[in-house]
């Protein structure tokens, strides 16, 4: 069987990141723990997580001309992802993360860099690969209007399309009508309803919310249905929606149900979460398929 082909559309980011007990107050130096560079991003992280789970996976997105560019298209194609569509760009560097990692969560601040350069015109030139796709995948560390011009070329191709807004901004009205699928996280819902406050009541059955260790959950016919999850070690939940991301648009690019892909999706992120870093932490289709059966 061919496997199905997913192209995603985003973000490239070299995560730069710390471990300490805890987090610095305003203004207080803090020793941390251990520092590590990863390859991450939001695209590059569901990228990883649709290979690993089977997809023929083909990436557009921009880098610097530097080291981290380097690396983060190598580790990209190691993984089987299909990155002749990555373009290296001389103006700015690539994108960055810096993270800082303690026992209870994680926060992040990203410095675009090369992703902010991801326009129209690099749609328009890698349009082929989003023509031939059975689903596109998107998210918005990459500018809006360019989001918004993929929706529109998906919509008009009929070719599926899932919107991961993260993120959360406010989105435009190609996004919001020709996405098949948008899945926020619980707070990204919650930023996303108070900038359209019409949307859940018009397009709630595009909705498939992430609620961490609560799962999943969407609508049908606007009726909420919860899909749980499994218990997990926590180590690090930094990519865990990236996981879900990638691992449901496996599922559903496939031709899988929303339930079925929903419970795929949530048991990826859970075995995703007990292990440090991002695209290290994603399954294989063999220990998801093991920990759905345990
Ligand atoms: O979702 C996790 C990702 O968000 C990190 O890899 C970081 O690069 C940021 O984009």
Redesign the pocket.
């Known amino acids: 069987m061919s496997k199905p082909k997913v192209t995603i559309v985003g973000?490239l980011?070299?995560?730069l990141v710390v471990t300490a007990e805890r987090h610095p107050s305003i203004g207080e130096t803090l020793t941390g723990e251990k520092f590590t560079t990863?390859?991450?991003?939001?695209?590059?992280?569901q990228a990883v997580a649709a290979a690993r789970l089977g997809c023929d996976v083909t990436f557009i997105g921009r880098v610097g001309n530097d080291a981290f560019g380097i690396e983060m298209i190598e580790s990209l194609r190691k993984e089987g992802v299909n990155v002749g569509n990555i373009e290296m760009i001389d103006e700015v560097e690539s994108?960055?993360?810096m993270?800082t990692v303690n026992p209870l969560d994680n926060t992040?601040i990203?410095v675009p860099g090369a992703n902010a350069h991801v326009t129209t015109d690099v749609i328009d030139k890698h349009r082929q690969a989003i023509l031939e796709s059975d689903v596109v995948v998107t998210q918005l560390?990459i500018p809006m209007d360019t989001v918004d011009y993929v929706a529109q070329v998906c919509g008009e191709n009929n070719i599926d399309l899932v919107v991961n807004p993260?993120p959360a901004q406010k989105l435009t009205d190609n996004i919001i009508n020709y996405s098949t699928y948008i899945t926020p996280n619980q707070i990204e819902l919650t930023q996303l309803a108070a900038a359209h406050p019409e949307i859940l009541k018009d397009h709630v059955d595009k909705f498939v919310v992430t609620s961490g260790s609560k799962g999943c959950y969407y609508s049908v016919d606007a009726f909420r249905v919860d899909v749980p999850t499994m218990k997990a070690e926590v180590v690090d939940t930094?990519?865990?929606?990236?996981c879900f991301n990638g691992a449901f648009v496996s599922y559903i690019a496939q031709g899988k149900s929303l339930q079925e892909s929903c419970h795929f999706a949530n048991t990826a992120a859970s075995i995703s979460v007990e292990k440090f870093g991002?695209?290290h932490a994603m399954p294989t289709t063999e220990q998801v398929l093991g920990r759905m059966q345990s």
Not at 38 to 45: D, E, I, P, T, V
């Open positions: 973000s980011n070299m995560d990863l390859c991450g991003g939001k695209g590059a992280n994108g960055i993360a993270i992040i990203v560390e993260a930094t990519g865990a929606g990236d991002a695209q």
